[in-house]
Each structure stands twice: as C-alpha cells, then as structure tokens.
C-alpha cells in the first residue's frame, strides 16, 4: 500500500535520470495501480478466509493486518537514511 504513496518521492528524480516526461514515467506506475486493484479482492478473501478458516475470528485477521501494515512501515522507516529523507522534501 506505502507504494501508492511514495511514487511521487520517486517520479520527479526518474525523470530527470532518464531524459522522460511525466507520461511516459506513470505507465509503470498506472500498470501497477491497476494489477495492484484487480488482485485486492483474491488477497482480501484468501486473507480473512485463511484465517478465519484456522482462526474463527475474522477480528484476529483485522489484527494480523494491521500489526504487518505497521511492521512494514516501521521496517521502511528504518532502511531510509534521514539525510535522503531531508533531501528529497
């Protein structure tokens, strides 16, 4: 989901890199959004399916998601180096 969001961290330097505009850059981007939403509804019931089929509780599925969400932003949070943070705002 955090890819939905750090796209335009990275669009503006992969363009200067690569000599292109921005239309030619979104179409990995869009290409993305789009398998990205056409596999939402197979991983949203393999998920709470998963683990209401082992869990009964479709509450401890809420809470698995939402501690890997947490995770995955926190573990992304400490690979950024602070000066590349500053730099790119």
Not at 41 to 70: N, R
Request: charged share 15%; glycine share 8%.
């Amino acid at each position: 989901m955090k890819t939905l969001y750090s796209w335009s961290v990275f669009r503006k330097p992969l363009e200067d890199l690569f000599g292109i505009g921005a239309t030619r850059s979104g179409w990995p981007y869009m290409l993305f959004l789009c398998f990205y939403a056409l596999a939402m509804p197979f991983a949203g019931g393999l998920t709470s399916g998963l683990i209401k089929d082992h869990f009964g509780s479709y509450q401890y599925a809420f809470y698995v998601t939402a501690a890997m969400a947490l995770a995955g932003t926190a573990i992304n949070r400490l690979a950024i180096p602070r000066k590349a943070l500053r730099t790119a705002a």
